[in-house]
Each structure stands twice: as structure tokens, then as C-alpha cells.
């Protein structure tokens, strides 16, 4: 098995409410990353975790929290989120940290009322 | 090519021609570089990677150099076709990560 899956595909939101994106793969890689891409812009890094511990946190702000409850799956939890948080949402996983190749799921698309 | 605003560098091509799609990156520290393709409504998708001590690497249809004085990545498809229009994205990886380069959209036509 050489995929990530997201779900949900998407996601509309209002801004009261509280929800969760998810993330899994089972290639047996150790590090699993979230990313938010805006639309013509690159993905940008949010949260890096390695054998289930935060690695990195790029600054991201607190109404979005991330989980990795087994080297399987990450979790990302919503809560509070502005109009402009409305993106596409990528995880990827790798087989460790640095040099390696990032493999990517097809993302969430998400809409924040 | 470097993006203004909300605009992506575009390169349209025919199908048949070869295309090259160029990066230059900023970190000299970096020692492993990389393409992905990004389809409309998808995640990025691998294409191909070089390392640092590399200048050249080729894989199927696709050729990717590496200028190291310059900081200067390429990426070259051969006998582009339809299927090959998508975001093409550069980045280099540090210890645990990777950065992203603006993005170049490839267009093709029959």
C-alpha cells in the first residue's frame, strides 16, 4: 500500500464549529506532516511529526491542533477557525526525517463559512 | 520563474515538444532536492529527486539537473503530452523538511 488517504475530500464549516481532518497511511513511515495550500500557492508547511512526536510546529495558530495517536494516523482538529483558513489541507507521510521523499495524500478541501 | 500575486509562471508547449521547467532555490545548505507534479483537486505527486553530490538524473521522460553554483534546478520532459499539463513545484529539503518553490504551470495542447 503506497497511499495516504484524507478524509473528508470536503469539508464546509461554520466558524463556531468544532471539526477533524484525518490522515492515514500504512506504508510504515515514521514521519507524517500537515500542510495548508491556498489557491496558485505552494504548499506550506504546518506541523511535522516524527515517530509520533511534534517535531515542528511552524507557528501555526492555535485554533488548529494537531494529534498523532499511532504512527498510522494524524489527525488535525478545527476549532474557531476564521474565513481565512479556507484551503486545501495536505498530509504527507515519509519514511524519516530529512532527504526523504514526501508522499502525499489528495487533500481536504475545506470551506470556512 | 518567480510568481507575481495570484499569478503562476505558465509554460504552454505542444504536444511532442520536450519542456523544460526551471527553479532556483535559495538555501546552499540544502542537499536533496525534488519535483512534484500537482493535477487540479489532487496532492502533489512525486516525479523525481537528485541529491547534492548529483548534477544530472534521469528517469522516464523526465530529466532533472542541478547547478549548484548557480542555485539552479531544471526539470525536463520529453516529448511533453497532455497528460503531463499540471502545477510543477520544486523543493529542497533540509533536515525535516522541505520548502517549496512558487510553482510553474505546464500547459500542453493537442
Known amino acids: 500500500d503506497t497511499e495516504v488517504t484524507q478524509t473528508p475530500k470536503h469539508l464546509v464549516m461554520g466558524m463556531t464549529n468544532k471539526k477533524s481532518l484525518k490522515c492515514e497511511q500504512h506504508?510504515?513511515?515514521?514521519?507524517m506532516y500537515w500542510y495548508k495550500q491556498k489557491a496558485k500557492k505552494p504548499p506550506e508547511l504546518m506541523f511535522v511529526?516524527?515517530?509520533?512526536?511534534?517535531?515542528i510546529n511552524e507557528s501555526v495558530p492555535s485554533r488548529f491542533s494537531p494529534e498523532c495517536p499511532n504512527s498510522s494516523l494524524l489527525n488535525l482538529h478545527l476549532h474557531a477557525l476564521q474565513p481565512e483558513d479556507s484551503a486545501l489541507y495536505l498530509c504527507?507521510?515519509?519514511?524519516?526525517?530529512?532527504?526523504?521523499?514526501?508522499?502525499f495524500g489528495p487533500g481536504t478541501r475545506l470551506t470556512v463559512l | 520563474g518567480e510568481s507575481v500575486g495570484l499569478h503562476l509562471p505558465t509554460l504552454s508547449v505542444q504536444e511532442g515538444d520536450n519542456s523544460i521547467i526551471n527553479c532556483a532555490y535559495s538555501?546552499?545548505?540544502?542537499?536533496?532536492f525534488i519535483w512534484y507534479k500537482q493535477e487540479s483537486g489532487k496532492g502533489p505527486q512525486f516525479i523525481i529527486d537528485?541529491?547534492?553530490?548529483?548534477d544530472k538524473r534521469q528517469g522516464q521522460r523526465v530529466t532533472v539537473l542541478l547547478n549548484k553554483t548557480v542555485k539552479h534546478l531544471s526539470l525536463q520532459i520529453a516529448a511533453t503530452q497532455p497528460g503531463d499539463s499540471a502545477v510543477y513545484f520544486c523543493?529542497?529539503?533540509?533536515?525535516?523538511?522541505?520548502?517549496f518553490g512558487k510553482g510553474t504551470m505546464l500547459l500542453v495542447s493537442p
Open positions: 504527507a507521510s515519509s519514511r524519516g526525517l530529512g532527504g526523504n521523499e514526501q508522499f
Open positions: 506504508m510504515g513511515h515514521r514521519a
Open positions: 511529526y516524527s515517530y509520533e512526536k511534534l517535531s
Open positions: 538555501n546552499s545548505a540544502s542537499d536533496y
Open positions: 537528485i541529491r547534492s553530490n548529483m
Open positions: 523543493a529542497q529539503g533540509g533536515y525535516s523538511t522541505l520548502t
